[in-house]
């Protein structure tokens, strides 16, 4: 069991009141950093002169997913609200372990998506709408601190942040296990929750469109229009791997840059330790850690967006990546070394694996999509 100190205190440091303000936000995040380089600052300024100061959370989705900044689900339903309404009043079920859900970045747990397509899951297992207890994990105090922090708070805190809500969850504690759905990046902080508690256990997991080998870029932000994805195309490319940035940035905590994959195994925080090939020496070799996938007890099913051009590249959301000191050459899962780095190799021959495809770009589904893949991998 990790202490969950980190967390808290993390927490405590970058907001204790739930802000209005969207700029007091991103600045209690870097609040006292002077050592950050001065390209983080100008992507910090840039990401205000995106967001103004007095918008409402759905606002601030909405003009971050107008820059590629937003990993929002874009739910394709022809009557995507029908199903907010009741559908039925019967209690939660016994027989339903919770659904947790995880969001992506540039969105907030209270996003409406998130308790429809719960409830969409909740049908799909049990014929109700209301039997399985939904939890979608605000991480920071208020909406606006949950959105931001989806940028600038690391991977490992808002892993620790993940973990404590989940346990402080009467329902969740007393189920003693747990389904879960990450979406886009919240896949990562399920998959670190996984690894590093998984106390209470996950069960299944579904995965849509999570870059679980990482990004090589982030192309659904075009640099040649917006100024604010050009500061961040170059905080990653040229400064992604100091200290700095690792503590500030949660996007350049799973950057695997191919061609600097030695300045990536010793610099980054958080995938490489997830995929037990962080170093802190030249002389160790991969493995290095013992963290595994394998200890979820049901099915890890890997959903990849085919027309997704903003997990770079998409072939990341089934394990597969691009080969190191290549910009173009992908290894599949299975031909890869770390197929068996952190026990992917033991859940394909057990058959916890699926693999499955959405036709769009990225979180662009149905809610159809998603029951379906429930009622394949999970009943």
Known sequence: MRPLFAAVLFLCATSTIASTSVHQVIDDFVAGEDALPKEFHDFIHELKEVIPDTLAPHDVVERLASVGLSAA???????????????????????????????????????????????AVSETLTGSADACHLLTPQLGMGPLADIMGSFLRPLEPSIDLFAEIVRNDSTVMAAGAFNAIGYSQGNLIIRGYIEKYNDPPVNHHMSMHGMGMGVAGFPGCPIKTYEVCQQLDYVLGELAYLTVVQDHLMQANYYRDPMHIEQYRAGDKGLAELNNEA?????????????????????LTLVKGLQDTTVEPNDSEWYAYLEDGSQTEIVNMTDAAW????????????GQLGFETTPGGHMQFTTTDLTDLVAKYWM
Not at 339 to 350: C, E, P, S
């Open 73 to 119: 689900p874009v739910i394709q339903d022809e009557h995507s609200f029908a199903i907010l309404s009741p559908i039925n009043t019967k209690p939660k079920s016994e027989d339903c372990l919770p659904i947790v859900q995880m969001h992506g970045m540039g969105d907030f747990a209270d996003n409406p998506a998130y308790k429809r397509l719960g409830r």
């Open 339 to 350: 197929y068996t780095w952190f026990d992917l190799d033991k859940m394909d021959a057990n």
């Open 279 to 299: 170093v802190t020496d030249a002389s160790q070799t991969v493995p290095t850690g013992s963290l595994t996938l394998s200890a979820m007890t049901g099915n």
